[in-house]
């Protein structure tokens, strides 16, 4: 886990810059957000100027119980040490490390072409992600009672597609006789050629992403190892706010963990985790804007930030997932359309039609009420044609108040009051999830099962949609929840 560098103080031993050997002492300091510095204890003129100019170093040094290989370090700050006999000034020099490796060995590889053979991830509250409990069939009286070791087994899901493999493995401590039973989640993902740690770091994102839709909240990796053969480096550098727990876990003081936890949307869910893995990568190359946006709404929930930009951004979200949508369903007939208009030569009418060629026409106002009736379609039987009738005038209202935030028009007032604003971002953030979800795989029956747990939406979607969600309407049971609800491990 990242938690044992946070506030690390370290004396340590400065052996190479770059491709130079050296013998440096030094400290390297590790704080809360784990940015990595490494400072220089009594540099001379000369080293010191070469390391206050670069802005890609390479530094390498030994502690008590590693040796530490640091990327991209940049200058960060320069103290007078001392003076020699001779009138030479020493320094103390400070760097930030980019990117840093911890192991026993040294790392020989460059940082665009890393040789690693696997990456091991874990994330906050990766158990609730993935959704398998190794001890869900485990009789405790009998382990117990039994005389000989019980064999406990971990349990794996293989993804092909992408060389991902999602582990949970079972841990056992005894203390006085009294056994404690815990266990932890990971995701490997095998490398078959050599990589860029830009490149990795970008697919730790994706990965990311795609559990932050499922949580509905930011999370970030707890752990990265690189493993090449049986030598593992334990990576910092893809993070700089660690977060170990989730914050639905304490915002909610009226339902406990176990309640709450059924909110989450797991890989067990799933019925074939490689199509989703698979229909996820397509669906991010595609919009990666729209995942971008999607995070920094997320940011704002977490650290409580709530303007006008938060109703704007999710109005983005709706506006560029719907959008492609759209363009995509009517490509053939459109193109067919655009191709006849572009054979008129008079040039008038010809610089009309390629603006037009070039612009379809659709509106926000159009992906606003399609958007709308797609959610909606996951949680009530309606047809379109109700869907646009009974929510005239909340869809309306939506338009104007976005066409007057986004153009800044201050001759109108806005029609929707900052709590009814606030109540349909909200909505329409859980919309987007919900439809990306049902996209890359997870059923309407499990989406509508885990958002009844959410007190907030369901009260929302009822306030401004009238749909009251009731848990009777689906049997959906996920044996993860029951098995942590009604055993010894909560």
């Not at 971990?154 to 991902?164: A, G, M, R, S, T």
């Not at 493993?227 to 910092?236: A, I, K, S």
């Not at 989730?246 to 003081?253: A, E, G, K, P």
């Not at 995509?328 to 490509?331: F, G, L, W």
């Given at each position: 886990?990242?938690?044992k560098?946070?506030?690390?103080?370290?004396?340590?031993?400065?052996?190479?810059?770059?491709?130079?050997?050296?013998?440096?002492?030094?400290?390297?300091?590790?704080?809360?957000?784990?940015?990595v510095?490494?400072?220089f204890?009594?540099?001379?003129?000369?080293?010191?100027?070469?390391?206050m100019?670069?802005?890609?170093?390479?530094?390498?040094?030994?502690?008590?119980?590693?040796?530490?290989?640091?990327?991209?370090?940049?200058f960060?700050?320069?103290?007078?040490?001392?003076?020699?006999?001779?009138?030479?000034?020493?320094?103390?020099?400070?760097?930030?490390?980019?990117?840093?490796?911890?192991?026993?060995?040294?790392?020989?590889?460059?940082?665009?072409?890393?040789?690693?053979?696997?990456?091991?991830?874990?994330?906050t509250?990766?158990?609730?992600?993935?959704?398998?409990?190794?001890?869900?069939?485990?009789?405790?009286?009998?382990?117990q009672?039994?005389?000989?070791?019980?064999?406990l087994?971990?349990?794996?899901?293989?993804?092909?597609?992408?060389?991902?493999?999602?582990?949970?493995?079972?841990?056992?401590?005894t203390?006085?006789?009294?056994y404690?039973?815990?266990?932890?989640?990971?995701?490997?993902?095998?490398?078959?050629?050599?990589?860029?740690?830009?490149?990795?770091?970008?697919?730790?994102?994706?990965?990311?992403?795609?559990?932050?839709l499922?949580?509905?909240?930011?999370?970030?990796?707890?752990?990265?190892?690189f493993?090449?053969?049986?030598?593992?480096?334990?990576?910092?550098g893809?993070?700089?706010?660690?977060?170990?727990?989730?914050?639905?876990?304490?915002?909610?003081?009226?339902?406990?963990?176990?309640?709450?936890?059924?909110?989450?949307?797991?890989?067990?869910?799933?019925?074939?985790?490689?199509?989703?893995v698979?229909?996820?990568?397509?669906?991010?190359?595609?919009?990666?804007?729209?995942?971008?946006?999607?995070?920094?709404?997320?940011?704002?929930?977490?650290?409580?930030?709530?303007?006008?930009?938060?109703?704007?951004?999710?109005?983005?979200?709706?506006?560029?997932?719907?959008?492609?949508?759209?363009n995509?369903?009517?490509?053939d007939?459109?193109k067919k359309?655009?191709?006849?208009?572009?054979?008129?030569?008079?040039?008038d009418?010809?610089?009309?039609?390629?603006?037009?060629c070039?612009?379809?026409?659709?509106?926000?106002?159009?992906?606003?009420?399609e958007?709308?009736?797609?959610?909606?379609?996951?949680?009530?039987?309606?047809s379109?044609?109700?869907?646009?009738?009974?929510?005239?005038?909340?869809?309306?209202?939506?338009?104007?108040?976005?066409d007057?935030?986004?153009?800044?028009?201050?001759?109108?007032?806005?029609?929707?009051?900052?709590?009814?604003?606030?109540?349909?971002?909200?909505?329409?953030?859980?919309?987007?999830r919900?439809?990306?979800?049902?996209?890359?795989?997870?059923?309407?029956?499990?989406?509508y099962?885990?958002?009844?747990?959410?007190?907030?939406?369901?009260?929302?979607?009822?306030?401004?949609?009238?749909?009251?969600?009731?848990?009777s309407?689906?049997?959906?049971?996920?044996?993860?929840?029951?098995?942590?609800?009604?055993?010894?491990?909560?």
């Open positions: 886990m990242n938690q560098f946070i506030d690390l103080y370290e004396p340590c031993k400065i052996f190479k810059i770059n491709e130079s050997n050296c013998e440096y002492n030094g400290i390297i300091e590790i704080n809360k957000n784990l940015i510095t490494i400072k204890l009594g540099v001379e003129s000369e080293i010191s100027k070469q390391l100019k670069s802005t890609n170093q390479t530094v390498m040094l030994r502690t008590k119980n590693k040796i530490v290989t640091a990327f991209e370090c940049i960060r700050s320069a103290k007078h040490s001392s003076f020699a006999s001779d009138n030479s000034v020493y320094q103390d020099i400070t760097l930030e490390a980019t990117h840093t490796f911890f192991s026993e060995t040294i790392l020989n590889s460059d940082i665009s072409n890393l040789s690693f053979t696997s990456m091991h991830l874990q994330f509250e990766g158990n609730d992600i993935f959704g398998f409990n190794p001890f869900e069939n485990l009789d405790l009286i009998k382990f009672m039994a005389n000989f070791p019980i064999e087994i971990p349990i794996h899901h293989n993804v092909e597609y992408d060389n991902l493999l999602f582990s949970t493995y079972p841990l056992t401590s203390k006085d006789g009294v404690s039973f815990s266990f932890k989640s990971s995701l490997q993902f095998s490398l078959n050629n050599n990589n860029s740690i830009k490149a990795l770091n970008n697919y730790i994102r994706k990965i990311i992403n795609l559990f932050e499922m949580v509905g909240e930011l999370i970030t990796t707890t752990s990265v190892i493993m090449d053969n049986q030598q593992h480096y334990e990576y910092l893809n993070i700089n706010y660690p977060k170990y727990e989730l914050n639905l876990y304490n915002q909610d003081s009226f339902h406990d963990k176990i309640y709450i936890r059924r909110r989450i949307f797991k890989i067990s869910d799933l019925q074939n985790l490689g199509d989703t698979k229909t996820f990568n397509e669906l991010y190359s595609e919009k990666k804007i729209i995942f971008d946006i999607y995070e920094q709404i997320l940011l704002d929930f977490d650290v409580n930030i709530v303007t006008p930009n938060r109703f704007i951004k999710v109005m983005q979200l709706v506006e560029g997932y719907q959008r492609s949508i759209i995509s369903s009517n490509a007939s459109q359309k655009d191709e006849i208009l572009l054979t008129i030569t008079d040039d009418t010809k610089h009309f039609n390629t603006n037009h070039n612009n379809h026409g659709v509106t926000f106002l159009k992906c606003l009420k958007f709308t009736y797609d959610a909606l379609l996951i949680f009530e039987s309606i379109k044609t109700s869907v646009f009738k009974k929510y005239d005038s909340i869809l309306m209202s939506i338009k104007t108040q976005r007057i935030l986004t153009h800044a028009n201050t001759t109108e007032s806005v029609p929707l009051s900052d709590r009814k604003m606030y109540q349909i971002s909200y909505c329409y953030l859980y919309f987007f919900c439809l990306v979800l049902k996209k890359i795989g997870f059923t309407e029956e499990v989406i099962t885990r958002m009844c747990y959410n007190a907030t939406f369901s009260f929302y979607l009822e306030n401004i949609f009238d749909i009251k969600m009731e848990f309407k689906y049997n959906y049971k996920s044996s993860y929840d029951d098995s942590l609800t009604n055993s010894f491990m909560k």
